[in-house]
């Protein structure tokens, strides 16, 4: 960006500092110019959106961090003063805490635009990992923050939260104590959640810089999933995506300004209002709604992986691999795939049935002899008792929780359809947008208490049935839609498909 | 020969990065406020008594007889986390667990009379449905281990030492 050809600017002071240092060049070139394909839609925003919630996170939360005190002591006080005292403290502090949602709001429908019209896929695949890293950091410092006021949803949904850690064998209570540093969520928590939670947006800022680094190397996907092939397609940013993009923002900020000034606690939880107790947990622990569709998986594994259950899932693995990954099976016939997949479903409800019978209620069992002597027979097997599982039911919930995060940063390799916009793709679109109203289902399983039930289903059915379609979304639907999907026909420019959409809506005038 | 530098540097880094990491270890007075010691002169039969111990609640409850013989009169078998009554306490009639769910370190409900204590007569932990018996053993629930027994000692018949 520095040694290319440089326009002389007009403003002599301008041309002084531009000519040191091109920095009036490079915005210019990279938000003046920058050629945009001519035929976004409003999702396109949602970037913009983002950036501006950031600003205004470090802004009000320097400001904020300026009249709060992290110590155990004194947090729950010192963030209530800024509530009745500090002036105006309410309203920055609103700002800060529905900030956050609507950070939260702006991000997903960014990442849901960039799955519905495939801008993770080559070139792009960098600038969508970079994105899923922004995610993954907004995720730990929204956690973080969370912890600051010291109510009694701070201090148990850190211990919750750090509690995942000690589902790690051998060394996972020393990680808790490390984490901690202490027993148990106290002071030294407090203050070492304080430094992070102001260290991390700067983190994420880099990060954002790196992000729209990559973009501005690749330029920008478009509804049409097409590419750009000339200057017939584009427009220059400014001023036409420049106005559009503050058109959005306006109307995103009236919402969230309708949040801050009529409902600011409606997103949160009223717990929270109450000081932290180290000795009374509050009756239903729940995280920040925008952690729901997580919390839900975690909580989805409710049984014990044992080693029946574990090969079982290998041997469906290697299946997946061999079969719907590759377009040719490498190492395995039809036959043994075949045979493979009897054994290791067999396996799989072995295991699963197994560990399920220690669950069931003894007197139950009594009643229903055939049972009794199934489960019998099964927990006879060597390995099949709770403490034999390699992963425990706590382990399994934290790594299927890790793993649906994980799946966005494989994103790019598990959909590799050369197509990517879901509006030529109808089983993909078909397909997303149910995982779409999955993810919605499982926020709402996440948000109830765990035995809750619906219409007589206990809700971890359904939260299980949700886990499964979002990893089977990933793992096997899109590899098989890569491979066997047939896509409408594509248009041959993003002009030519602008100009026949106009002259569409010319001939019904 | 860069491998050899890039080596020096790992290792260089790694040594400057590890008294960094080891000071979010628990601090020296953390670490001091390691034992407690507790009168239970005060704590009637059937009643029980929280206090705290590096931070977290023990419980200390006062068994009944009933309570005592509910919780040796168990099948080993039907337990998840298989131990006796007997190898969890000194004396029958005082129960001492700390008061920490081992799913994710919620504190369970039962110390009050008036607590939900769960189907088994013990702890009722509300986070995700945890339950425990009347020797604090986890029986139905998500959580892997019974509530843990602390190192503590009979300093006399009316006061214990936790820690
Ligand atoms: C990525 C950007 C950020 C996110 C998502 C975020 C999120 C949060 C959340 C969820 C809370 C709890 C609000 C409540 O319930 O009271 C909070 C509190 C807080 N944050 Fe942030 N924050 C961000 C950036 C910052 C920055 C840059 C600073 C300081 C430089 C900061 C300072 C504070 C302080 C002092 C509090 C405690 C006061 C309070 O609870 O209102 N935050 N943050
Ligand atoms: S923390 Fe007690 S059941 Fe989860």
Redesign the pocket.
Known sequence: MASGEREPFQNTVVEWIDSRMPIFTMLQKEYGVFPAPKNFNYFWNFGAIAMFM?AT??AT??V??MH?TANTHMAFDS?ER?MRDVNGGWLI?YI??NG?SF?FIAVYIHIFRGMYYGSYKKPRELLWILGALIFLL?MA??FM??V??WGQMSLWGATVITGFFTAIPYVGESIQTLLLGGFSVENPTLTRF?AL??L??FV?FAVVFLHIWALHVTGSNNPLGIDTKGPQDTLPFHPYYTVKDTFGLLVFLMIYCVFIFFMPDIL?HPD?YTKANPLVTPAHIVP?WYFLPFYAILRAITFNMNLYFIVGLVFLFVLIVEFIWRKKPVYLSASAGWAMLVIGGFLILTGFTGDSCQRIDPKWLDENGGFKGLCGALQSLPGMSAAAAPISAKLGGVLAMFGSVAMLFVLPWLDTHPVRSARYRPLYKLFFLLLVVMFLVLGYVGSQPADASLLGIPLIYLGLAGTGYYFGYFLVLLPLLSRFEKTKPLPESIHQAVLSKQIKVEAKI | MALLAGAFGAVGAAIAAFPLINSLNPAKDTLAMASVEVDISDIPAGAAKTVMWRGKPVFIRHRTPEQIESAEDVNLQNLIDKQTDEERVKKPEWLVVVGVCTHLGCVPQGQKESDNHGEFGGWFCSCHGSQYDTSGRIRKGPAPKNLAVPPYQFLSDTKIKIG
């Open positions: 950031l996170m470090i939360g320097i904020l961090a709060y963030v800024i502090r800060h805490m956050a950070f907004m410092t929204a923050g969370y600051l006021p304080f939670h102001y991390l947006p994420i949160g929270n920040e």
